[in-house]
């Protein structure tokens, strides 16, 4: 069974940093592109980062440019997503995705092949 696990949300000041990780497992995702969304209450899924089977690219919304950083580790068959100077307005679940194509995987989110259950990243002010 194919399945993406996030972990490493939780409460965190605002200027806060956490790290979240998203382990997948069933088969490798070596060649897939992954990346991370969010959704807030009352609010569309949007995207956050994704980054391509190999790492050579890389994209992050205007919203959390030069704040997150996305990595990955395909041996572990993980990604990573290290939110920094963190906000009010980045309160959100944050979802782990893989597709099989970068660029899709960023305009036709509603296309890729897997998703995580979620995980809470809640910021006080």
């Known amino acids: 069974q194919v399945q993406l696990v996030e972990s490493g949300g939780g409460l965190v000041q605002a200027g806060g940093s956490l790290r979240l990780s998203c382990a997948a497992s069933?088969?490798?995702?070596?060649?897939?592109?992954m990346g991370w969304f969010r959704q807030a209450p009352g609010k569309e899924r949007e995207f956050v980062a994704a980054?391509?089977?190999?790492?050579?690219?890389?994209y992050y919304a205007d919203s959390v440019k030069g704040r997150f950083t996305i990595s990955r580790d395909s041996a572990k068959n993980t990604v990573y997503l290290q939110m920094n100077s963190l906000k009010p307005e980045d309160m959100a679940v944050y979802y782990c995705?893989?597709?099989?194509?970068?660029?899709?995987?960023?305009?036709?989110?509603?296309?890729?092949?897997?998703w995580g259950q979620g995980t809470q990243v809640t910021v006080s002010s």
């Open positions: 980054i391509s089977w190999n790492g050579g690219s890389i």
């Open positions: 069933g088969r490798t995702f070596s060649h897939d592109t």
């Open positions: 995705a893989a597709g099989r194509n970068f660029y899709r995987f960023i305009s036709s989110p509603h296309e890729n092949d897997y």
